[in-house]
C-alpha cells in the first residue's frame, strides 16, 4: 500500500475565530487574564520594551553580525540580558544564534529541502498522526492539514531522516513546534539538529533514543537533588512512593513546553538555549520548593495531581526564575552524572575502549 504523505490530504476548514492571547493560542477563559494578556500596556512600559528592544539589536548587531564578538566582550551582560528575557520581536533570531544553528544553515545549503522533498522516512504516518496533538490551541496549528501542521510535518520528516537512529519520538514535536513559532521551517530544522546533536551544549538526542536514556539519567539527577535541596518533601516523596518519573519527564523531554503556561516556557527557552540543561533542574527545584509547604502535607494521589497541576501564581516567571537563578547545581550534576554511569555499568566514556579491550582479548586469547 503507498504511503500518505501530508501533501495527500485536504485542507481542512478554517476555526471559527475565538480571541487569541498575544501569543496566538485560543483565550481559555476571556475573562481571565494570566499575566496581563488583554490588559494593555502603560506608556512606560512600552517605552521600558522599546528601550530594551535597542539595546538588544545593538548587541546582535545587523543580522546578527555583532553577536559573537559582544558575547567575546561582555559575556556577562549578554548572560543577564538573556536571563531578563529576549524580546518577542527579535527572539527567534537570537535563538539561532546563541544555539549555533545559523552556522550550521550556512554550511549545509540545501540539505534540508533535499530531506524534505527527495527522502522518504519509516516515521511519516506516525508525525501525521500526532501533528495535531501539538499546540492544538494554536491557531498557527489549529487548522487541520493547514500551513501550520504541514510546516510541523516537514520539520519532524526532515529530522527523522537526517538521524535515522533517534528518527521520530512525539516529544519532538512540541519542541519543533514552538520553534516554528519564531522562525522558518529550515532555520527551525537547525536549530533542532543543533540541540540534539549538541551544537553548543551537550546532545539531547539520548532524550528520544530507544530506551530514553538522557531521561533516565536526568530523572535520577533531578530525584537526588530534591532529597538534597528539599530533604523533607524528599522523604515526604518517599514514603508516598512518588519519583519524577511520575511527573517530571515532560519537562525534559520537551523543556517545559508540553504544558507549562507559554510565557513561561519562552523564558525558560531563552536561558536554556544559553545556558544549557542545568536550567530545567533549576526550574523544577524552584517550583517545588515554591510549592514545599503545601506538598508536603498531600497524600499520593493529591500529590500526584498537584505535581501535574501546578498552581497559575507559581508560573510567574519573575517569581520563579529569579529563585531558580540563585540554586546552584552544576559541580551536584556532574557528581550525579558519574554516579548514574556506574550504577547502569555502562559509563559513556569508557564504552567504546572496554568494546576495543574484549576484541583484543578475544584475539590474543
Known amino acids: ?107 549545509n545549503p540545501g540539505v534540508y529541502e533535499q530531506l524534505v522533498i527527495y527522502e522518504t522516512s519509516a516515521s511519516e504516518l506516525d508525525i501525521i498522526r500526532d501533528i495535531s496533538r501539538t499546540f492544538p490551541s494554536h491557531v498557527f496549528f489549529k487548522q487541520r492539514h493547514g500551513p501550520g501542521q504541514r510546516s510541523l510535518y516537514n520539520v519532524l520528516k526532515a529530522y527523522s531522516v537526517y538521524d535515522r537512529d533517534v528518527g521520530y519520538v512525539q516529544g519532538m514535536g512540541f519542541v519543533a513546534g514552538l520553534l516554528l513559532l519564531y522562525m522558518s521551517e529550515e532555520d527551525a530544522f537547525w536549530l533542532l539538529v543543533a540541540l540534539l546533536k549538541g551544537a553548543v551544549h551537550s546532545p539531547m538526542e539520548g532524550l528520544y533514543m530507544e530506551g530514553l536514556p538522557l531521561v533516565q539519567q536526568y530523572l535520577f539527577q533531578f530525584d537526588q537533588l530534591v532529597k538534597g535541596h528539599l530533604p523533607k518533601l524528599g522523604e515526604h516523596f518517599s514514603d508516598e512512593m512518588i519519583n519524577p518519573s511520575m511527573y517530571a519527564s515532560q519537562w525534559f523531554i520537551t523543556v517545559f513546553a ?78 550525579l552524572k558519574e554516579e548514574h554511569e556506574k550504577r547502569n555499568g555502562k559509563a559513556l566514556k569508557s564504552a567504546d575502549s572496554t568494546a576495543k579491550q574484549n576484541h583484543s582479548e578475544g584475539v590474543s586469547s
Open 1 to 107: 500500500m503507498e504511503k500518505k504523505r501530508i501533501d495527500d490530504y485536504e485542507v481542512g476548514p478554517l476555526p471559527s475565530p475565538r480571541p487569541l492571547d498575544r501569543f496566538g493560542f485560543v483565550k481559555q477563559d476571556v475573562n481571565s487574564s494570566p499575566e496581563g494578556v488583554n490588559r494593555g500596556k502603560s506608556r512606560d512600559e512600552l517605552e521600558r520594551e522599546e528601550r530594551k528592544v535597542r539595546k538588544w539589536r545593538k548587541m546582535i548587531g545587523v543580522g546578527g553580525s555583532d553577536w559573537k564578538h559582544y558575547v567575546r566582550r561582555k559575556p556577562h551582560v549578554v548572560k543577564r540580558r538573556i536571563r531578563k528575557g529576549i524580546p518577542d520581536c527579535l527572539r527567534g533570531l537570537v535563538w539561532q544564534l546563541i544555539s549555533g544553528s545559523r552556522d550550521l544553515l550556512l554550511m
Open 258 to 335: 508540553y504544558s507549562f503556561p507559554f510565557h513561561l516556557a519562552l523564558r525558560i527557552w531563552d536561558v536554556f538555549l544559553f545556558e544549557g540543561v542545568k536550567i530545567v533542574f533549576k526550574v523544577g527545584l524552584a517550583l517545588l520548593k515554591y510549592c514545599h509547604d503545601e506538598l508536603v502535607k498531600l497524600p499520593f494521589e493529591k500529590l500526584i495531581h498537584a505535581l501535574r497541576n501546578f498552581p497559575e501564581h507559581a508560573m510567574d516567571p519573575d517569581t520563579l526564575l529569579p529563585m531558580a537563578y540563585s540554586i546552584k547545581v552544576a559541580k551536584r550534576l556532574e557528581e
